[in-house]
């Protein structure tokens, strides 16, 4: 099911485009809401997540220099899962077009007014791109350069601090990721497969070759070795047993 959150203020538009979007398929599940208020609840709130975002710029239509759909956008964006989701404004203001693109990622900026044409066209290419994505692997999303780079957790080796940030050592490169920490990015990880085993380094269960408890040593399998720290020399042990020799 591709569940798409429609933000507009007026009802009236509200309705058409959740009718429009829901006769493409019925595959597509539209959540309308038509206040930052109710957005914002709807994040919040949602069991299941949603695989696009219809949004009005304009909620307030005594407020010129009203832009709630961009305050909306931007925390949409902040959001790990919601990193990659297709954001499309649906608006009468051109003059933020360059800030959807540029900033939030924008997969499409349609000007009001539309027709059911456009809205069918659009509701085809969201439901391609979910169904395109319905099994997923597990990823997390770094900023370098205030660029978001999309990580796959199978392509991690390990990673390790340095000054001001974290080292990501993967399959095929190496990354310098500034102002993230290892606290931070374990946080992101999935627990079960990542393991930290220094205060300085995290290692991919799935990349060791063997664990050397007596010298306080993991070699992983592509070579890299890393030191075991003191106060995890415990957990290790119990977690990582059937690696020792």
């Not at 038509?34 to 299941?48: G, H, M, V």
């Not at 030191?227 to 977690?239: A, M, Q, V």
């Amino acid at each position: 099911m591709t569940r798409i959150l429609i933000l507009e203020d007026s009802k009236d538009c509200l309705n058409a485009i959740t009718a429009m979007l829901e006769k493409v398929s019925d595959r597509v599940c539209a959540v309308p809401v038509n206040s930052l208020k109710e957005a914002r609840a709807a994040l919040e709130k949602e069991a299941q997540p949603f695989q696009a975002f219809l949004l009005d710029i304009n909620l307030d239509p005594n407020d010129k220099e009203d832009i709630s759909g961009i305050t909306f956008a931007r925390e949409v964006r902040m959001r790990r899962e919601y990193a990659f989701t297709p954001i499309v404004m649906i608006t009468s203001l051109a003059n933020m077009e360059l800030t959807a693109y540029r900033e939030l990622h924008c997969y499409q900026y349609l000007i009001k007014p539309y027709n059911e044409q456009d809205i069918e066209k659009l509701a085809g290419k969201l439901l391609f791109f979910s169904q395109q994505g319905e099994t997923r692997e597990a990823f997390v999303v770094v900023k370098k350069d205030s660029i978001n780079y999309k990580i796959f957790c199978k392509d991690i080796v390990c990673v390790k601090a340095v000054p001001r940030g974290v080292q990501l050592i993967l399959l095929k490169e190496e990354m310098r990721v500034p102002y993230l920490s290892i606290k931070q990015l374990l946080e992101k990880l999935p627990s079960e497969k990542f393991l930290q085993v220094h205060r300085m380094c995290v290692v991919n269960q799935d990349y060791i070759e063997y664990v050397d408890t007596v010298n306080g040593l993991i070699r992983m399998k592509n070579g890299e070795q890393v030191e075991i720290g003191i106060t995890y020399k415990s957990d290790i042990k119990k977690r990582l047993c059937g690696y020792r020799k």
